[in-house]
């Protein structure tokens, strides 16, 4: 079974610090992995993703997430954070398993800038 | 630009009142996706359509159909809503079904209950 953990629902953050938003995910097989942002009252969208290419995403927006097989984890930063960066972000986890898959998303994390 | 659309934006019905959401998609993508999400928490997938074949998650209540008449379309048909049905519903597309394949969502509608 898949899971994903954020830790922290609520982060606040000054403005033009570092953003970090946890996660932690648990899969049996290969996992993909993707932080989407939802602005309030909008849909999601998609910030960035892992699929085994490269263990180092950029994402729009200026974010990156780095995925740690040893840790399970699959952290979001942002050495700087603007004010536009408020809103919720969600990580999920899926894999192929054909007709099977699922994509599990996180509880969310809740961002915000202060100025 | 290519996207996902949801009407109404904001619908507000009476308790036991059917209602009807609709999605349109000018991705052509495969796969369709309701999903209901309440205050502060994550969307929960009710079921998706690859292509025309429907598939309904295991804990979606009886309560909530759907409809893809074509590509393009879906409708999410809440027969008999209650109180605790009320909540932000979001369509999402994808180009195949899940593993790396991105959710293209829209911005969602958001069912209130009287």
């Known amino acids: 079974a898949q899971s994903v953990t954020q830790l922290g629902s609520h982060v606040s953050v000054s403005e033009g610090a570092l953003v970090l938003l946890r996660c932690n995910y648990s899969s049996s097989v290969p996992p993909y992995l993707f932080w989407y942002v939802q602005y309030p009252n909008q849909g999601l969208q998609l910030l960035l993703k892992?699929?085994?290419?490269?263990?180092l995403v950029k994402g729009i927006n200026g974010f990156e997430a780095e995925f740690k097989k040893s840790e399970t984890s699959f952290h979001l930063t942002k050495p700087s954070a603007h004010m536009s960066d408020a809103a919720e972000y969600f990580c999920a986890v899926s894999s192929w398993r054909g007709s099977a898959s699922k994509i599990i998303f996180g509880s969310g994390t809740r961002l915000s800038i202060r100025p | 630009d290519a996207m996902v659309i949801q009407n109404p934006r904001y619908q507000v019905t009476q308790f036991g009142k059917p209602v009807t959401l609709s999605c349109s998609q000018t991705?052509?993508?495969?796969?369709m996706y309701w999903y209901q999400q309440k205050s502060s928490q994550a969307p929960k997938l009710l079921f998706h359509y690859y292509d025309k074949d429907f598939n309904n998650e295991a804990d979606t209540p009886d309560n909530f159909q759907s409809r893809r008449p074509n590509t393009s379309f879906c409708f999410l048909d809440i027969r008999s809503p209650g109180l605790g049905d009320a909540a932000m519903y979001l369509c999402a597309t994808s180009r195949d079904w899940l593993g790396p394949e991105k959710l293209f969502f829209g911005s969602g509608t958001q069912l209130s209950v009287l």
């Open positions: 991705l052509n993508h495969n796969v």
């Open positions: 892992y699929t085994s290419a490269a263990t």
